[in-house]
Structure formats: structure tokens, C-alpha cells
């Protein structure tokens, strides 16, 4: 049988990995996401930011998505920024 503990600290760890990997996202396109709104946020203000507003397994589903869209040379930056706006509207 699985401890709490052992469950939360998975948890812990999985929400770092996730933060980590929307950071890295946004310290890779930094050029284009500076001549946006969000150009002002750091990519830990803004990892956070969406965390909070979307909470952990939308973001998990975001990052997927952007991973599948990079690996078919797609434009990963437009749909991030897709979800930013909708974030905005919203």
C-alpha cells in the first residue's frame, strides 16, 4: 500500500518537473513572447501564472500538447499564445 507521503511527494515532484518544463518552453522563446503582453513576465512569474489559473493537469495537457505540436514542426509559440488569450477572455 502507497503512503501519503510517498503520494505527496510524487505529486511534489511531478509539479516541479511540470514548472521546470513550461519555464524551459518559455526561456526558448523568449523573443517572441517579449513583443506580447506577456513579454513583461519572467518564465517563473509565468509558469506559476498559468498554474494557478489553469492548475496542474490543464498545464500538464498544454505541455503535451506543445511537445507533439514541436515534434511535428508546428508553431508551438501560436498555440501558447492561443491559450494565453483565452486566459485573458476569460
Known sequence: MIR???VVRMMMLEL???KRQLRSFC????TA???TYVGKYTAE???EMLIESLGAEEVKRVVQDIEIINRR???TVTYFM???EGLKAA
Open 4 to 6: 501519503f507521503e510517498s
Open 16 to 18: 516541479t518537473e511540470l
Open 27 to 30: 526561456r526558448r522563446n523568449r
Open 33 to 35: 513572447l517579449k513583443s
Open 45 to 47: 512569474e509565468l509558469s
Open 73 to 75: 514542426g508546428g508553431n
Open 82 to 84: 492561443l491559450i494565453l
